[in-house]
Nanobody, 119 residues
Framework: QVQLVESGGGLVQAGGSLRLSCAAS????????MGWYRQAPGKQRELVAI???????NYADSVKGRFTISRDNAKNTVYLQMNSLKPEDTAVYYC?????????????WGQGTQVTVSS
């Protein structure tokens, strides 16, 4: 079975940094894109950053210049380096894997990790 496990969340002061990790295991088809999403209390889930199999990236405007997504395919791991954190970054962060094989879409999600940024 496919499993995505996030780690690295925690409590940090505004202006600080955190690095999130997502380790994937199981039969995930390649090529795949991976991404980080977040959901704050009372708000919809939103895309934070995505990275393709060719290491191309895309970011939400709110995090551009502050967050960096990367992947290590040998380790089946995706990272999110978060710098200059703001209170509005507080949310549960989820890791996602998306792939397509034989016309079928495959999406897998981690359980989430809490990030709290204090003023």
């Amino acid at each position: 079975q496919v499993q995505l496990v996030e780690s690295g969340g925690g409590l940090v002061q505004a202006g600080g940094s955190l690095r999130l990790s997502c380790a994937a295991s199981g039969k995930i088809f390649s090529p795949n894109t991976m991404g980080w999403y977040r959901q704050a209390p009372g708000k919809q889930r939103e895309l934070v950053a995505i990275i393709g199999s060719d290491d191309s990236t895309n970011y939400a405007d709110s995090v551009k210049g502050r967050f960096t997504i990367s992947r290590d395919n040998a380790k089946n791991t995706v990272y999110l380096q978060m710098n200059s954190l703001k209170p509005e970054d507080t949310a549960v962060y989820y890791c996602n894997s998306h792939s397509r094989r034989w016309g079928v879409e495959y999406d897998y999600w981690g359980q989430g990790t809490q990030v709290t940024v204090s003023s």
